[in-house]
């Protein structure tokens, strides 16, 4: 994948890690349009603001037509609701649905035609430690993004016959307004971003951005009781 001279559309772009990722890609020498479900909230001199809500059908079939020429999309628009499964509104549960799952989903199903036209390209899903690891105290989002990681993994296979790389960012949590709340260790996202890309261009498919991540995905292996170890 080769970011210099190619096209990208970052989705979440106004703030946090989209953000990041908006400003590498413009040094890396791409085109950048920054998607925001308000494009007046993105202020990064260099981009192309351009409106896109991901639970809207309508509005991402219209930030598709504005476009044509992507071959790097970014998949980061986020929510996160805070709900439990039990105990959270099903409103929140859906949302977080909407946003990480059919949201993502929709994005690259309209955005693929560009992809295939322009040689083939790349998607970068930013998924998290939570894909592998469910807390329960956030449990929709845990659930919306194992779905995307699903997805993820099931569109990779799709799109590998028009030459889409698809590749997953896992990673803990970093310094952004989403956590602001969570009292631990965080990772820098513009550190983050950069290492996302150079993986991304490395052609590698899996992203383990933190030790938090690595850890989780060893753990897979070791089923339930590795990972909630009350029951073992």
Not at 100 to 116: E, K, M, S
Not at 171 to 185: E, I, K, L, Q
């Amino acid at each position: 994948m080769q970011i210099e001279g190619g096209t990208a559309l970052v989705t979440g772009a106004n703030r946090g890690l989209g953000r990041r990722f908006a400003a590498e890609l413009l040094a890396r020498g791409a085109t950048v349009y920054a998607a925001a479900r308000n494009p007046d909230s993105v202020d990064q001199p260099g981009v192309t603001p351009i409106a896109l809500d991901v639970t809207d059908p309508s509005s991402v079939a219209r930030a598709a037509e504005i476009t044509g020429d992507v071959t790097l999309l970014v998949n980061n628009a986020g929510s996160s609701t805070g709900a439990s499964l039990l105990t959270g509104s099903l409103a929140d549960i859906q949302l977080e649905m909407n946003t990480h799952f059919f949201g993502t989903l929709a994005v690259t199903r309209a955005f693929a035609p560009q992809l295939a036209a322009g040689g083939g390209g790349a998607i970068l899903n930013v998924l998290s430690a939570l894909s592998w690891v469910n807390f329960p105290a956030s449990g929709a989002y845990c659930a919306a993004k194992s779905a995307e990681w699903s997805l993820t993994n099931a569109v990779r296979q799709e799109l590998a016959a028009q030459g889409t790389q698809v590749s997953a960012l896992h990673v803990g949590y970093m310094d952004t307004d989403m956590v602001r709340h969570v009292d631990a260790p965080k990772s820098d996202p513009a550190v983050v971003a950069k290492l996302a890309l150079d993986e991304l261009v490395a052609g590698n498919v899996e992203i383990l951005a933190d030790d938090v991540s690595r850890q989780v995905r060893s753990g897979l292996s070791g089923g339930v009781a590795a990972l909630y170890p009350r029951f073992a």
